[in-house]
């Protein structure tokens, strides 16, 4: 769907239902002309300190009293964005409550035969199973806006994301949030289908989520997994200035880059606490 339609309800209950949403033609020629050639200036790779932009006023203020003013200029339009975007607005109704910009960063991915990320799921608990205290509630969850300034498709650069699994993941949250189920690591797609296996975690979930077959389609259509094979399935192939927009609670994946570079420009929005 295009970013008119996304606005409407159709775009807002997909992505509940779904947890994710693709949106064709996020940005305009001219946006994207102008974005990519900000990001092409520093090619930086997946969390490098200067891969990350200013999500306010002051830090963009900082690099006015720096004398920094390319930088300042290309910050504010990435900064800008969001708002002629309107994607705290998106970001507000998807939650159903007020949230805020947690980070901006705009990364390069050279070619190559490494994924960027395995089968994971972003809003895991991590931790020692002996010491498992101070886990954030599991309705401080994030979204994220991933716009892609170049073309990406399956074993090149796109994002694979499995449709649903952010209601099994939130389910299983709260569970341990509420010891009611029994922590695990499940960072990793694996331990993620062996925890939810367990007959006593899948009883909760089933129970929370009223729903007796999410969970069993979920570990029928990852099965893949086990038998140590790829799946291009669940796959979201995008054009240039396209964008999807997810619950990190999903388990997904970034794709290798076979073939062409990949330039993404993330926003991250978070429920304020």
Same mark, same amino acid.
């Given at each position: 769907m295009k970013l008119a339609e996304f606005n409407s309800e159709v775009g807002?209950?997909?992505?509940? !239902?779904? =947890?994710?949403?693709?949106?064709?033609?996020?940005?305009?020629?001219?946006?994207?002309?102008?974005?990519?050639?900000?990001?092409?200036?520093? !090619?930086?790779?997946?969390?490098?300190?200067?891969?990350?932009?200013s999500i306010n006023k002051k830090l963009l203020a900082y690099k006015l009293i720096k004398l920094?003013?390319?930088?300042?200029?290309?910050?504010?339009?990435?900064?800008?964005?969001n708002k002629k975007k309107k994607m705290n607005f998106i970001s507000d109704k998807i939650f159903n409550?007020?949230?805020?910009? !947690?980070?901006?960063? =705009?990364?390069?991915?050279?070619?190559?035969e490494q994924d960027v990320l395995p089968w994971h799921t972003d809003q895991a608990y991590k931790g020692d199973e002996k010491n498992i205290k101070g886990f954030v509630n599991p309705d401080h969850a994030h979204l994220k806006f991933f716009i892609y300034l170049t073309d990406v498709g399956s074993n090149n650069g796109c994002m694979s994301?499995?449709? =649903?699994?952010? !209601?099994? =993941?939130?389910?299983?949250?709260?569970?341990i949030f509420e010891n009611k189920i029994k922590y695990s690591p499940y960072f990793l797609l694996e331990d993620f289908r062996r925890t939810i296996k367990k007959e006593e975690n899948k009883r909760y979930i089933n129970t929370y989520l009223q729903d007796s077959n999410l969970?069993?389609?979920?570990?029928?259509?990852?099965?893949?997994?086990?038998?140590?094979?790829?799946?291009?399935?669940?796959?979201?192939?995008?054009?240039?200035?396209?964008a999807i927009i997810f619950d990190e609670g999903g388990l997904h994946k970034g794709s290798k880059s076979l073939y062409s570079e990949r330039l993404v420009l993330r926003y991250l929005y978070s429920i304020k606490k």
């Open positions: 807002f209950k997909e992505i509940k !239902k779904s =947890g994710i949403v693709k949106v064709k033609k996020f940005l305009t020629d001219i946006e994207l002309t102008n974005i990519k050639k900000i990001l092409t200036l520093y !090619k930086f790779p997946k969390n490098h300190p200067k891969s990350y932009y920094n003013f390319v930088m300042f200029k290309n910050h504010l339009a990435v900064f800008n964005l409550k007020k949230s805020y910009l !947690k980070f901006i960063d =705009g990364y390069h991915t050279p070619v190559g994301y499995i449709p =649903g699994s952010h !209601k099994i =993941g939130y389910a299983l949250r709260k569970g969970v069993e389609e979920f570990l029928e259509k990852t099965d893949f997994i086990e038998q140590k094979k790829e799946s291009q399935e669940f796959d979201y192939n995008l054009s240039a200035g396209d």
